[in-house]
């Protein structure tokens, strides 16, 4: 199976969820919007193995909170579960930090 070419939309999309800075660090209270690098991850709840995941269906999170060892949403799924929700609440959450980022740009 092939991957399709991202969209414009597509793209600006991911550029903005990473924008927003790692939603577990925010959630710490170590960071305020954008002041750590965050990659989207594609979130995986609802999706079996191989599936093609949504661009729009990302949350922002830092290294450490994605891939690292201590609590992480690959590493340790469960321990990054109870301490910071499920991803689909998380998505909720970042949906919501996308208008305030966007209605940011637009008045700003």
Sequence with gaps: MSRKQKTKTEKQHLADVAEL???AC???GFIEFGECQ???HHITTG???GEMRSDFETIPLCYEHHQGKTISVHG???K???TFGKETDLLELT???LKELRAQ???G
Excluded: L, N, S, Y
């Design 26 to 28: 925010r959630m710490d």
């Design 105 to 107: 740009k637009i008045g």
């Design 47 to 49: 999706k079996g193995m």
């Design 95 to 97: 949906k919501q930090d």
């Design 21 to 23: 800075g790692c939603i």
């Design 38 to 40: 965050a990659t989207p």
């Design 80 to 82: 990054f579960r109870m």
């Design 76 to 78: 340790t799924p469960e």
